[in-house]
């Protein structure tokens, strides 16, 4: 009797330690392996949902193009969803949809990512599908002709039609002078058409190159199971060449101030571009300059909105673009208004404030609020499956590890005022400014 | 002695075994349910993994307002930075938790949400008590909200969206507290200062408002707080009011709402559903999908043959207590119009002679099982949940709750209730008491739109905003 009445007190600490575990473990630490053939997977298990994300990171993009078909790597943003040896065009797109889940692809500068977020039991299919792009796309000469005719006129059209676009690809190009992001991630308008189709088909390679992959599952499924599938569908063999580590250099901000002036017939606005070269993902600044950012364009923080809007009732539309490259970046911002006046003052006002931003501390106040807000951001996006496959890719191909969270929020937490005061000083400078002009006639 | 010993030896085992148990229990209990001493519900919902607070803050409005300019510029007065130019103890409380916050208007309530890191809970019961105690209202920024409310109202992203489910609310229920939600010039005369401080003291009340809670926090501790904070606040008697009973246009009606711009045309059809409490509301759920699911509905499928291209269709559900709205917006070519609704027309009535075929069945079922899968991901899923809950009064939440197996769904909407569903709902003879109303909004250019229409006559509203 006593035995049983020991073993059912056991029993209980037992179930009580088990489920105050199973509680607070919704999701464990990734861990990452290597196939026979190069390819990595980071495995992130999430155990309280029921949706898994499988991601393919590819460290190709555009800067891996030849010189003479650069940009050639943007048309696989549409021929990957052409068909494959057992898909038809598109079915991987409906197959996602069919299931209430989101996918995309995307080919930036210098790194290429396809997801797919599906329902936990879809998870083999999502591979398989993921394993035909990778290994069997069908590309003929016929769709890449169209590929690159509908990319040649969507930006023709554009460049010709839309003012906003013109003078963001302008501001890009002289924010960018003399590094691999200068050109459009299109490349060269006038050349597209001519590109060897070719040399495109031969870009594939880089896609298909393991050494080259980075494969994220998170979300919920059996790391037991998902493993033999990866494997089985992933081990393909690839022709052994060479694959030469990529070495990435930080740029520096710049050194020369560009103003420039347009005078344009039939525009509504004048607006006027700001462009700063802001660090590179490999440096710390990459974080502090998020502050800057922060506190000058976030809608729920924006300094620029308060004192245009609100102090100086000045009515000025701000919108503001972030670049998302690896070795520099650039803020964007653009102010526009119908009243020339108007827009003047706010110039005026916006390189005051940079001014002060390089001659002082951000308040103590506001600088709490921007830490609070960036965390908030931070921890929001690792709760979104997409977000937080991206972040531990990038984070395992530049820096190796996977722990970011815990990086992240201890750099996060140390960063001071006088911290951004120093980054001000070296970004906010006017040598690293071009500012682009656009008034109506 | 020994004796002693053994019997303390024993009850502290017993003791601990029955703590063991209890805390085996606590440890099953995710959502905590309380009620403030003042009347305030509070739902928390425990997640140990989440590093940050997921907040959302219900306010109802329950008494019939004929003007809804003041509902909507009592949130302006109270939230809106460029109104309150100096800094009032809400906006500053809320810059203090990180100005990640979001209000939606609704007819029949405010939702309030905001995310904001654990350690700063005071800070935002601090903000709660803001909230409820609000005394800044003054005549500078009435003045300011009504001079500039257009301004104001184009800061907003979506403001054509919003124009367009003012229209349709006002069109699908007018003459009921839901309808009352266009904001003209005239009305915004008629609104004084007197009128929104008595609105604020009659509506923003604690015994009023419903507060959940999502992330890694310990109710108790919450619940002393609020209770420490609001210990001078006046606990009212819950008023209650009569609530008129909804009435539905039953009717079918096209509009077209000018608005002056070059883009391609939307096209926003509604169909009023029954409310998330009956069973039916999954069945037409379902009948939507197969109609309208993108890739797979029925009419993205067909309207190639129509000579549509380019079509792209989404579909959002909004819930109200008595009635749910589906919604969904299509995107074409203007020439494509016209034809869009005779297809919808004809594949209702192929699905009504023809009856739903087992696959289309499957794949709308499949898509929701997907969907409600995929939506687990979302942080605040589970706050919706339990505020679907809370709102409706939901006993079986029928299609928020994640079936096990697939095979559970089924069990939900047989395709024979689906079938016997159609046979009665999708005709054009809205006399048929399950008839529930529909209403298409054109948005674009009126002109261009028009151009188009040869046989369709719909009503032309122009959107003048100033």
Redesign the interface.
């Known amino acids: 009797m006593k035995r049983f ?2 073993a ?2 056991f029993l ?2 037992c ?2 330690i088990i ?2 575990n199973t ?5 464990t630490n990734p861990e990452s392996f290597k196939l026979d053939n190069g390819l990595t997977v980071i495995l992130s298990p999430i155990n ?4 898994t ?1 499988v991601l393919i990171y590819h460290i190709a993009g555009v800067r891996d193009d030849p010189p003479e078909i650069k940009g050639a790597s943007y048309l696989y943003q549409n021929l990957m969803l052409t068909g494959t040896r057992n898909l038809e065009p598109y079915e991987r797109f ?1 197959f996602v ?6 996918s995309s692809i995307k080919v930036n500068f210098d790194n290429s990512i396809s997801y797919q ?6 998870i083999n299919n999502a591979l398989w599908i993921e394993s035909e792009r990778i290994n069997s796309l069908i590309i003929s000469d016929r769709i890449i002709n169209i590929q690159k005719n509908n990319i040649y006129k969507k930006n023709y059209r554009l460049m010709n039609s839309n003012i906003d676009f013109k003078s963001s690809t302008w501001v890009k190009s002289k924010i960018f002078e003399e590094t691999i992001y200068q050109t459009p991630i299109y490349g060269n308008l006038e050349m597209i058409r001519s590109f060897d189709n070719l040399s495109i088909k031969k870009i594939y390679n880089n896609f298909r190159n393991p050494h080259k992959i980075i494969m994220v599952i998170s ?1 919920k499924f059996d790391s037991k199971k998902i493993k033999k599938t990866i494997k089985k569908l992933f081990s393909y063999s690839f022709a052994k060449k060479k694959t030469i580590k990529r070495k990435y250099t930080p740029i520096k901000p710049g050194k020369k101030f560009i103003n420039k002036n347009w005078v344009i017939d039939n525009i509504h606005q004048n607006s006027s571009i700001y462009a700063i070269r802001a660090p590179s993902k490999l440096s710390f600044d990459y974080l502090y300059f998020d502050f800057i950012r922060y506190h000058l364009v976030d809608p ?2 924006s300094e620029l909105t ?1 004192i245009m ?3 100086y009732k000045l ?1 000025i539309n701000i919108k503001h673009e972030y670049t998302n490259n690896i070795e520099s970046n650039a803020l964007i911002i653009t102010m526009s208004s119908p009243k020339r006046i108007n827009l003047e003052r706010a110039k005026f006002l916006l390189n005051k404030k940079l001014q002060s931003l390089m001659n002082f501390r951000i308040s103590s ?1 506001s600088f ?2 921007l830490k ?2 960036i ?3 931070f ?2 996006n ?4 997409e977000k937080r496959s991206i972040m531990l890719a990038e984070n395992f191909h530049l820096f190796g590890n996977l722990d970011i969270e815990e990086t992240y929020l201890k750099r996060l937490k140390r960063a001071t005022s006088y911290d951004i005061l120093r980054i001000c000083r070296k970004y906010l400078s006017k040598n690293n400014r071009v500012i682009l002009n656009v008034y109506k006639k | 002695m020994s004796t002693k010993n053994n019997k303390f030896k024993r009850s502290t085992i017993i003791l601990v075994a029955f703590l063991s148990f209890f805390f085996c229990l606590k440890a099953d209990q995710n959502i905590v349910n309380l009620t403030s001493s003042k009347g305030l519900k509070i739902k928390i919902i425990k997640d140990p993994s989440s590093n940050f607070v997921h907040a959302e803050i219900l306010i109802f409005y329950k008494k019939k307002i004929k003007n809804p300019a003041i509902l909507y510029l009592t949130i302006e007065n109270i939230f809106n930075k460029y109104v309150n130019r100096s800094e009032s103890r809400i906006l500053s409380n809320l810059k203090k938790l990180g100005n990640d916050f979001e209000i939606i208007n609704r007819p029949d309530f405010i939702k309030i949400k905001i995310n904001f890191l654990p350690d700063k809970i005071a800070l935002f019961v601090n903000f709660l008590k803001s909230l409820y105690s609000y005394r800044a209202f003054t005549l500078e920024k009435f003045n300011r909200s009504v001079s500039n409310f257009w301004e104001y109202f184009f800061n907003n992203k979506n403001w054509e969206k919003k124009i367009v489910f003012q229209l349709a609310y006002n069109k699908l229920f007018s003459g009921h507290l839901m309808g009352n939600t266009i904001i003209t010039k005239k009305l915004l005369k008629q609104t004084y200062l007197p009128q929104l401080q008595r609105f604020y003291n009659n509506t923003y009340k604690l015994n009023n408002s419903l507060l959940i809670l999502k992330g890694n926090l310990d109710p108790y501790m919450i619940s002393e707080l609020l209770e420490e904070k609001f210990k001078s606040y006046k606990k009212e008697k819950k008023l209650l009011y009569k609530e008129k009973k909804l009435q539905l246009n039953r009717q079918k009606k096209i509009i077209i709402l000018d608005i002056n711009k070059n883009l391609l045309p939307v096209v926003y059809r509604f169909k009023v559903i029954p409310s998330l409490k009956s069973k039916d509301h999954i069945t037409y759920l379902i009948i939507n999908n197969i109609l309208f699911g993108f890739p797979n509905g029925k009419i993205f499928r067909n309207s190639i043959y129509f000579g549509i291209r380019n079509l792209k269709i989404s579909s959002e559900i909004i819930n109200h207590k008595d009635i749910s709205i589906i919604c969904n917006t299509i995107r074409l070519n203007f020439k494509d119009i016209e034809k869009l609704i005779f297809l919808e027309e004809s594949e209702k009535r192929k699905l009504k002679i023809m009856k739903i075929g087992r696959n289309d069945y499957l794949n709308a079922l499949n898509y929701f099982y997907g969907k409600l899968k995929v939506d687990s991901e979302k942080f605040d899923n589970e706050v919706q949940i339990e505020t679907d809950k809370s709102l409706y009064n939901l006993k079986n939440n029928y299609f928020k709750k994640i079936p096990v197996k697939f095979n559970n769904i089924i069990h939900y909407v047989s395709l024979n209730e689906l079938n016997q569903t159609i046979s009665n709902s999708i005709t054009f003879n809205n006399t048929h008491k399950n008839f529930t109303s529909e209403l298409i909004i054109i948005v674009g250019n009126a002109k261009q739109i028009l151009r188009y229409f040869t046989v369709l006559k719909p009503e032309k509203i122009k959107f003048i905003a100033k």
Not at chain 1, 23 to 27: A, I, L, R, T, V
Not at chain 1, 97 to 102: D, R, T, V
């Open positions: 009445f020991y059912f007190i209980t600490f179930c009580f489920n105050a509680k607070n473990s919704s999701s309280n949902i029921q949706a994300c409906f949809q069919k299931n209430g889940g989101a977020i599906i329902p936990d039991h879809k979300g729920r923080l308060k809007n609100i102090k009515d106040s709490k609020a609070s807000l965390e908030i951001d921890l929001k690792m709760t979104k499956l």
